[in-house]
T-cell receptor, first 116, second 113 residues
Framework: GAVVSQHPSRVICKSGTSVKIECRSLDFQATTMFWYRQFPKKSLMLMATSNEGSKATYEQGVEKDKFLINHASLTLSTLTVTSAHPEDSSFYIC????????????FGSGTRLTVV | GESVGLHLPTLSVQEGDNSIINCAYSNSASDYFIWYKQESGKGPQFIIDIRSNMDKRQGQRVTVLLNKTVKHLSLQIAATQPGDSAVYFCAETWDQGAQKLVFGQGTRLTINP
């Protein structure tokens, strides 16, 4: 079955630094990847949609300069949280849509980001 | 529908009983719906899906019902087990929506022994 690997699973960084989260589709080509953010006891909120080789489309209210998304290949998308602040602490989850498989969405295991 | 940031409602059932989790979606153009299970600290896990041209679909111990008239989706879990304890989310997408998957608010299901 389709597998998405997300790394790291946990990261702690200092305020003002940047942190990169990787999302890889291991056994399929993902033309579209999605990045979500989830606060404790809340639902998943879509941050942006990225298509391979194109600029990401950000949801309303999401700062594109804060959350840099790169989708350079059909198997890798990265989310970089720049100049992180404590309020950026959250659970970030990626999803990849399998090319050629109608409506197949596969999720990564998530990254717990803590900014201190 | 779009997550509005509400706190998760909870549902508590006895082990062995059936559970029904409900979801209201907002976009009448949505044509594909998915139920996910999420355990603490993990990503969502696919449970069952349904397209808008259907009103019922069954899987192993789970059934999804879709009522497009009132934009309502439900997930029925038969003979609940302790391992069913988790948060359950419905998600929707639509053909003209850039394929993005939008999550509902979710329901925390607790199974009592």
């Amino acid at each position: 079955g389709a597998v998405v690997s997300q790394h790291p699973s946990r990261v702690i960084c200092k305020s003002g630094t940047s942190v990169k989260i990787e999302c890889r589709s291991l056994d399929f080509q993902a033309t579209t990847m999605f990045w979500y953010r989830q606060f404790p006891k809340k639902s998943l909120m879509l941050m942006a949609t990225s298509n391979e080789g194109s600029k990401a489309t950000y949801e309303q209210g999401v700062e594109k300069d804060k959350f840099l998304i790169n989708h350079a290949s059909l198997t890798l998308s990265t989310l970089t949280v720049t100049s992180a602040h404590p309020e950026d602490s959250s659970f970030y989850i990626c999803s990849a849509r399998a090319q050629g498989i109608n409506y197949g969405y596969t999720f990564g295991s998530g990254t717990r980001l803590t900014v201190v | 529908g779009e997550s509005v940031g509400l706190h998760l409602p909870t549902l508590s059932v006895q082990e062995g009983d059936n559970s029904i989790i409900n979801c209201a979606y907002s976009n009448s153009a949505s044509d594909y719906f998915i139920w996910y299970k999420q355990e603490s600290g993990k990503g969502p896990q696919f449970i069952i899906d349904i397209r808008s041209n259907m009103d019922k679909r069954q899987g192993q111990r789970v059934t999804v019902l879709l009522n497009k008239t009132v934009k309502h989706l439900s997930l029925q879990i038969a003979a609940t087990q302790p391992g069913d304890s988790a948060v359950y989310f419905c998600a929707e997408t639509w053909d003209q929506g850039a394929q993005k998957l939008v999550f509902g608010q979710g329901t925390r299901l607790t199974i009592n022994p």
